[in-house]
Nanobody, 125 residues
Framework: QSQLVESGGGLVQPGGSLRLSCAASGRSLDYYAIGWFRQAPGQERDGVACLSSTGGFTDYADSVKGRFTIHRDSANEMIYLEMNNLKPEDTAVYYC??????????????????WGQGTQVTVSS
């Protein structure tokens, strides 16, 4: 059973915004690298954004740079993905993930140990 629970997905018009949340109950996020991924129908799961455990390093897919922001609330064990200026091509199931590794790095690939079940984001007029 996943210990990560995503929420905040839904239907939004192009140009709109959504904030995805991921509850990481029982995890001290200061010791985990964090990632957000997405998978569109018929496509592979792709990395969208990541944040190192130190909080000092982030990385974003080129397609979302300047529009998406990853951040965390360690005190409340929550992870967020702020998504602005959404486009139809952002439509996908979005997943959060954790890697139990302390350091100033993260990766946009299947490096992570723990995955959520996903939340659907649909961008359409």
């Amino acid at each position: 059973q996943s210990q990560l629970v995503e929420s905040g997905g839904g239907l939004v018009q192009p140009g709109g915004s959504l904030r995805l949340s991921c509850a990481a109950s029982g995890r001290s996020l200061d010791y985990y690298a964090i990632g957000w991924f997405r998978q569109a129908p018929g496509q592979e799961r792709d990395g969208v954004a990541c944040l190192s455990s130190t909080g000092g390093f982030t990385d974003y897919a080129d397609s979302v740079k300047g529009r998406f922001t990853i951040h965390r609330d360690s005190a409340n064990e929550m992870i967020y993905l702020e998504m602005n200026n959404l486009k139809p091509e952002d439509t996908a199931v979005y997943y959060c993930a954790l890697k139990d590794q302390y350091g100033n790095h993260c990766y946009l690939n299947a490096w992570y140990d723990i995955w959520g079940q996903g939340t659907q984001v649909t961008v359409s007029s």
